[in-house]
């Protein structure tokens, strides 16, 4: 019995299929490989090329594999591009959820761990924000993540599967040199994109509510992610049928960018000296996870810090950036 994987070959996915492996499991990717390379599925898993949207691929995928549970990551996920690509983002990500919701009912397979963010918060105005924050999510992304968890939890309540939503909040860091993060979005690889060519790295507003100006977010090394996901299958997995949950997955340790800044000069042996511009419309000023209920329900627990985060990104990007 395996648990199928979509986005196993994509940055997170990598980490998340060592990750099951590790807690004992057969694991089968499928991905349509647009953003993710062949190259992170090791020698061994089964790696079938399709999209999600794919209905009938994945229901045959399940049952040629034997499938017992699938842990869902295959997504669109830059906000920017989901702003300006509506439409895209609704087909990949909530049509996405919605073919992979009819596959699993076709095949019989009844748990599911699905992959949102923090995004479905949006622009909170709370010290810390916990699973029952309002959900109002300022971007396309963000909608496309919360109506993903609306798809399953109600297909899971009138079809009796069991679902686990886990809200990432800011991810970063890589499991080994083979596996880091080299997208053009997030803070690290951007300040050491910036630091290789030559350029002083932006702080996108110094003039926030917050005690040195810049944005606080919760920083999660996407090793300790991918642990809550072996967890969270688990939990899926003995949880009685028509139920869902959904748990934010981060430490409930706010770090400002300057923090990361300074991070990164020690990594790097030298001071990264950042250029502060102005701020990027929809930032809110500060958003960190309560993270006890994935700690109380899945016994799961963040154990890496954000120098080890920096520290392992920092390796990867030198070892293939
Ligand atoms: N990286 C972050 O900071 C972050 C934060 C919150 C949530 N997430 C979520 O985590 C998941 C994985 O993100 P990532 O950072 O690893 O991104 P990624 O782009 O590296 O991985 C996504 C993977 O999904 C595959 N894929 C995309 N659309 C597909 C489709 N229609 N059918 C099959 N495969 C498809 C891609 O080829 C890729 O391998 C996404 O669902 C994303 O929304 C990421």
Redesign the pocket.
Known sequence: MSWLL????????AHVLRALQGAGHEVVV????????RRKVPEGVPLVR????DTAAVARAMTEHGVRGVVH?????AVGESVERPRWYYQ??VL?ALSLADAMIEAGVRDIVY?????VYGAVDVDLVTEDTPTLPVSP?GET?LIGEWVFRDVAAAHGLSVVALR?F??AGAGSDALG?T?AF?LIPMVFRALSNGERPQVFGADYPTPDGSCIRDYIHVADLADAHAAAAGFAAAAPAGGSAAYNIGRGVGASVFDVMATVSQVVGYDVAAEVVARRPGDPARIVAAADAARTDLGWTARRDLSDMVASAWSAWQATG
């Open positions: 979509t986005g196993g070959a994509g940055y997170i996915g499928l991905d349509d490989l647009s953003t993710g390379v399709a999209s999600v949207r990551l295959a997504a669109k996920k990949e990500n996405g992959s949102s963010s923090a995004a992304y993540k990432y800011n991810v993060d997208g997030n």
